[in-house]
């Protein structure tokens, strides 16, 4: 069955400090893998988006890795500010049956940056 | 790029009411399309999915249900509404292998 771990699963750091945020998955087979950010009460908005060539992709303060190997992602913020204050949520794509691509969610990280 | 487009936002219902959310895709055509819930504090649930007109497939037993009438539209209904859809219900599409783009979400309270 396909799965993705997020964790931790809540976190809170104070504004200009870096955190690390983790996604594991066992999705197969695997098609590529996107962060998203959710603000409270919106739709959530893609941050970055890797395939299996890709390690590392960045998006201003937002970086993502991903081991194929190990099958793990993480996503790094540096130097937070307030409005990072969201849900993450990890998605990993699968070919299914018929061609279709299949998403499976993370249960998200939700982060709290305080001032 | 895609656009969805969903609505209504917000929604207040009573129990036993009936239900319809829409949702319309911009920006390209044949896509993918999604029916998520989100439950507070809770991750993103599939609910319903389509690959085309007509063809929906769902993933969670329950009193709803979804229609796609046209190529870029897709209908999240209910004849009966219970306390328990109450959630932020998410509409999404793809085109190709790249995860969903989604749209802005509608809120739903069922009193």
């Known amino acids: 069955k396909n799965q993705v771990e997020q964790s931790p699963q809540s976190l809170i750091i104070l504004e200009g400090k870096n955190c690390t945020l983790q996604?594991?998955?066992?999705?197969?087979?695997?098609?590529?893998l996107r962060w998203y950010k959710q603000d409270t009460g919106r739709g959530p908005v893609s941050l970055t988006i890797?395939?299996?060539?890709?390690n590392t992709k960045s998006n201003g303060r937002y970086t993502a890795t991903l081991d194929a190997d190990t099958k793990q992602s993480s996503l790094h913020i540096t130097a937070s500010q307030l409005s990072d204050s969201a849900s993450y949520i990890c998605v990993v794509s699968a070919k299914a049956s018929g061609g279709s691509y299949i998403p499976t969610f993370g249960r998200g990280t939700s982060l709290i940056v305080h001032p | 790029s895609q656009t969805i487009h969903q609505w209504p936002a917000t929604l207040v219902q009573p129990v036993g009411s009936p239900l319809s959310l829409e949702c319309t895709v911009e920006?390209?055509?044949?896509?993918?399309l999604y029916w998520y819930r989100q439950a507070a504090g809770r991750g993103l649930q599939l609910l319903f999915y389509s690959v085309g007109i007509g063809q929906i497939s769902s993933e969670v037993p329950q009193n709803l249900s979804a229609s796609r009438p046209q190529d870029r539209q897709f209908i999240l209904s209910s004849k009966k509404l219970l306390l328990s859809d109450s959630g932020f219900y998410l509409c999404?599409?793809?085109?190709?292998?790249?995860?969903?783009?989604f749209g802005a979400g509608s809120r739903l309270t069922v009193l």
């Open positions: 996604c594991n998955y066992t999705v197969s087979p695997f098609s590529n």
């Open positions: 890797m395939t299996f060539s890709e």
């Open positions: 999404a599409s793809t085109w190709g292998p790249p995860p969903p783009t």
């Open positions: 920006g390209t055509s044949n896509p993918n």
